[in-house]
């Protein structure tokens, strides 16, 4: 069997105001409001900027890798995405802005180029389809001469 000791302190025990003495005196500073006299009030605006919302298009590059993966472009395209993620966890901002927007020409290239050869490849094959399609009753002619 284990015993395990815990002393409980209260704060007004410890030498420690009360929750409620506590804020009983923050109210009491937010009642009195700002401080009265002759001075001018003056503001400063400072502008703290967190980190910036860059995307480095490491999901569009490996969509482009493993299924459009045209003349290598979208690996390439994926090697640029995580130099750019890799330079944004730096806090190289611009450097990674320059690898990112590297990774996003050459993702359009790799889509456009494999649109195309989709859309060729599709024109090909329906041409070839309709040619062999008229020529089989000249084929089968053909083979009756014989």
């Given amino acids: 069997m284990s015993r ?3 002393t409980v302190f209260t ?7 009360t929750t409620y003495e ?10 009195l409001g700002p401080p ?18 860059m995307s480095d298009h490491v999901v569009w590059s490996l ?6 993966n045209w003349c290598c472009l979208g690996f390439v395209a994926f090697a640029y ?7 944004k966890m730096v806090g190289d901002v611009s450097g990674a802005q320059t690898y990112a ?13 494999s649109l195309l050869l989709t859309i060729v490849l599709i024109v090909l094959l ?9 020529l089989i009753p000249q084929y089968i002619k053909d083979l009756g001469d014989y």
């Fill in 4 to 6: 395990s000791f815990q």
């Fill in 22 to 31: 506590m804020l009983k005196e923050e109210h009491e500073v937010t009642v």
């Fill in 101 to 113: 927007s590297t990774a996003k020409c050459l993702n359009i290239c790799t889509l456009i180029s």
């Fill in 81 to 87: 995405s995580v130099k750019s993620r890799d330079r």
């Fill in 36 to 53: 009265h006299g002759e001075a001018p009030v003056s503001t400063t605006v400072i502008n703290i900027h967190g980190d910036t919302c």
């Fill in 63 to 68: 969509f482009n890798t493993l299924f459009m």
């Fill in 126 to 134: 329906v041409t070839g389809s309709l040619i062999n399609v008229q």
């Fill in 11 to 17: 704060r007004a025990s410890a030498g420690l105001p």
